[in-house]
């Protein structure tokens, strides 16, 4: 092997040398004995082994069996393990108790492989997950199985989202927690019976509710605040977030929302801001868990409100409807409440104009942006608008894609955690028991 690489960099008379297939065979020559070294001790080890009998899960007692083999995709390849073996004549089962030591499942996949599969499906589709992984680190695994282990590793973060729940400290003074809600496509056994936007009132997506938090102490070239770099978490899935009156327990998203805010230590802000697109499950949200928040509808969504308000009267492409609702756009940001209202009673013959006029008044005092900006308040929830095209879209939305309730779910909740820096964290409690 010596001679091979001093060949390589040195050459020899007359004769090129193709490196890249030089180090691409020094690198599996280096994997393969890594691999018999790893397979060699983990066979060598008897400790699995304990006893005659062993405690199965039925609660009766299985016999051992002898020593059971069993192939492993590592990440440095492919080995055979042996484990001791027990069978439980009770309820006709046998297990090792190596196997889940070793955390093999069904795809017969080591640790680090698993934690890798879930890393890159976090970030793309399973079959550039499965191209990939064989691409860059030689493991060859098919996009099924790249699908089974993320989505059951998903479901494993899932349960330890619901489980972890340690109080954080706030990161400044002043904390800013978002809503929103995206769709996402879905198989059709997931839609049965739901109502949509369909002409003919079916649905083809279900509603994915994000919450984030944030802080924003950094200011632009105009002084206004923006989102500090690394500050943003994101956490959410497809669930309901309505809460009735007679129910004595949180909606599961608000419960969400409630563990995301302890985690960031929200509440323990000496200002906290809300921050929503203006619909109203967003503020019944804010008042039930947060009460006393500072509550702020988005400016850009507030702004687009009236763009789109202007297209209903005008017409989409009428210059006249753009400078109207430039001169709306302006009134609003100048804190010119009633300078706008006036101007939408000449058109309230429009449907638009008077929903848009009733949305500006119910949330009124969610928009008083001099007030906000001159507190150094972000009034944008640009960092959710964000998060919902990153977090969901880029990973969910793509062509042809439609999901089931809980394949959707589970690969959310691994691109919450790895966007929001707690994949190695939870790999780490993992380890530790």
């Known amino acids: 092997m010596r001679r091979l690489v001093e060949r390589a960099l040195h050459g020899g008379p007359g004769e090129p040398v193709d490196f890249e297939a030089l180090e691409s065979s020094a690198r599996q020559s280096a994997l393969r004995l890594a691999a018999g070294i790893l397979e060699g001790t983990l066979n060598a080890d008897r400790s699995d082994y304990s006893g005659a009998f062993l405690a199965c899960r039925c609660g009766k007692l299985a016999r051992y069996a002898g020593r059971r083999t069993k192939s492993l995709l590592t990440a440095v390849g492919e080995m055979s393990i042996e484990r001791a073996y027990y069978h439980c004549e009770h309820c006709n089962s046998g297990f090792c108790p190596r196997d889940e030591e ?35 680190a ?39 927690l978002g809503m929103d809600g995206t769709g996402v496509p879905m198989r059709a056994e997931e839609l049965e019976g739901r109502k949509g936007k369909q002409v003919d009132g079916s649905a083809k997506t279900r509603e994915v509710k994000l ?43 608000a419960q969400r929302v409630q563990r995301e805010a302890t985690r960031r230590g929200f509440d323990g802000a000496a200002r906290r801001v809300v921050l929503g697109d203006g619909a109203k499950w967003i503020w019944k949200m804010s008042e039930e868990l947060f009460p006393g928040a500072i509550e702020i509808v988005d400016l850009y969504h507030a702004k687009g409100t009236l763009s789109q308000t202007a297209k209903a009267i005008f017409g989409p492409d009428s210059e006249e409807g753009q400078a109207w609702a430039k001169s709306r756009r302006d009134e609003l940001e100048e804190g010119k409440f009633t300078e706008i209202l006036h101007a939408l009673q000449a058109h309230l013959r429009h449907v638009e104009a008077e929903n848009c006029r009733n949305y500006l008044i119910a949330n009124r005092e969610r928009m008083r942006y001099p007030t906000f900006r001159a507190a150094g308040l972000c009034v944008s929830s640009g960092v959710l608008e964000a998060g919902c095209k990153c977090t969901v879209g ?40």
Request: glycine share 12%; proline share 1%; charged share 25%.
């Open 138 to 176: 030689g493991i060859g695994i098919s996009a099924k199985l790249a699908e089974r282990t993320a989505e059951a590793l998903g479901g494993h973060i899932l349960e330890d989202e619901r489980l972890w729940v340690k109080e954080g400290k706030p990161r400044s003074r002043t904390m800013y």
């Open 102 to 136: 070793l955390n093999i499942g069904c795809g017969g996949l080591s640790t680090a492989v698993v934690r890798m599969v879930g890393l890159t499906a976090a970030l793309v589709s399973f079959q550039e997950t499965a191209e990939l992984l064989n691409g860059l």
């Open 394 to 433: 880029t990973r969910l939305k793509r062509a042809g894609m439609h999901w089931t309730l809980h394949g959707a779910n589970e690969i959310l909740a691994l691109r919450c955690y790895k966007l929001s820096g707690r994949y190695d964290d939870y790999w780490e409690r993992r380890k530790a028991g």
């Open 211 to 253: 919450v984030s938090v944030w802080s924003a102490e950094g200011r632009d070239k105009d002084g206004h605040a923006v989102r500090d770099a690394g500050s943003v978490s994101y956490n959410g899935a497809i669930e309901s977030a309505a809460t009735a009156d007679v129910d004595e327990d949180l909606s599961a998203f």
